[in-house]
């Protein structure tokens, strides 16, 4: 049987985002035209995920509402001659059931993919951040390479890649790889490392496959930085008891879009609006005026 369940943790407050997440979701903000965890979830049901399970919390309702069928609205659009806007209601009708728990306490990111534990049981699965999405438009079909490897291997874990610039280390989860190769064995995990430390460039980027097995490694993970529990401290722990970890490199076209600071969100709409099939070539020549007048 093949996985088909993906766990998206969207609890988080955002609050490196503020004012913006005051009242909404980060996972709600719009890159171009849609809202983050959209195109997350546009991801995922292409690659065959059938059943997401949302990790939600306080103030995260309009992610429910948002891939909920709205039959108010498709009628509104009908009655008022709107009809060629009903085509951007269609990721509503995608193949997927949604499910919802909550996080009741904001205990890290591993501590929520946990709670999808009673949901999952003892099936493998795949978490995805809702607030990052991999290639433009959500293109990337990572998880498939990542599912397959995971089912041929048996591994206890995969977990995607990216090189990052050697000055970026310090922000990202960094691979020991024991191997070589776009799909390579990982011997440790180093959080955050400074630059002279690092052992690789190779960031972990937003998207895992697990054996149910995660949960009793996360269960015996006690909080680390920030009081939290890291999902990146379970996996050690799986990794020193014998598990398999693999990674799964990021081609170059699937760049990954965190949009959890100012700096990282503004980057990825502007990107995104740039690569809009009917705005970009206009805003373009926008930019491009504004930047020449700041140089002048
Ligand atoms: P982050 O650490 O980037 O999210 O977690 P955050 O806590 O919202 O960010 P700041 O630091 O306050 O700005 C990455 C992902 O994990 C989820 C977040 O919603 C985000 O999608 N997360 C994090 C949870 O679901 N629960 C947690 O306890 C922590």
């Known amino acids: 049987m093949t996985i088909n369940i993906a766990v998206v943790p969207v609890a988080g407050m955002g609050t490196r985002l503020l004012p913006a997440t005051k009242s909404q979701p980060k996972e709600m903000l719009p890159v171009g035209r849609k809202p983050v965890v959209q195109y997350v979830v546009e991801e995922l049901t292409r690659v065959g995920m059938e059943r997401i399970l949302f990790i939600t919390g306080p103030g995260k309702t309009s992610i429910e509402n948002h891939f909920d069928v709205n039959a108010e609205l498709i009628q509104n659009l009908r009655e008022t001659g709107k009809e060629d806007l009903l085509v951007e209601l269609e990721f509503e009708r995608a193949p997927a059931q949604y499910f ?9 990111l591993g501590h929520a993919i946990s709670c999808a534990r009673p949901f999952v ?10 607030d990052s999405i991999i290639g433009l438009n959500a293109s990337s079909d990572v ?3 990542m599912v397959d490897i995971f089912e041929a291997e048996k591994a206890t874990a995969v977990i995607a890649f990216e090189e990052v610039d050697p000055a970026e280390v310090h922000n990202y989860g960094i691979a020991r790889p ?15 490392p400074a630059v002279d430390e690092a052992p690789s460039n190779l960031a972990i980027a937003a998207r895992y496959v697990f054996a149910p097995a995660i ?10 930085k920030g009081g939290e529990i890291q ?19 990021l081609h170059a076209n699937e760049k990954r879009y965190d949009i959890g600071n100012f700096e990282a969100y503004f980057r990825a709409f ?12 206009a805003l373009r020549q926008y930019v491009e005026s504004l930047t020449n007048a700041h140089h002048s």
């Open 143 to 145: 998880v498939r390479r």
């Open 121 to 130: 049981g003892d099936q493998p699965f795949v978490a995805a951040l809702g």
């Open 215 to 224: 949960f009793e490694a996360i269960d015996r993970t006690p909080p680390g």
């Open 270 to 281: 502007v990107e995104f609006a740039l690569a809009d099939d009917k705005h970009g070539p």
């Open 100 to 108: 919802y728990t909550r996080q009741r306490r904001l205990l890290g």
């Open 178 to 192: 024991k191997t070589s190769g776009d799909i390579f064995e990982v011997a440790d995990l180093i959080e955050k």
């Open 231 to 249: 999902i990146t401290d379970a996996i050690r722990l799986a990794l020193h008891e014998g598990g398999k970890v693999l990674g799964v490199r």
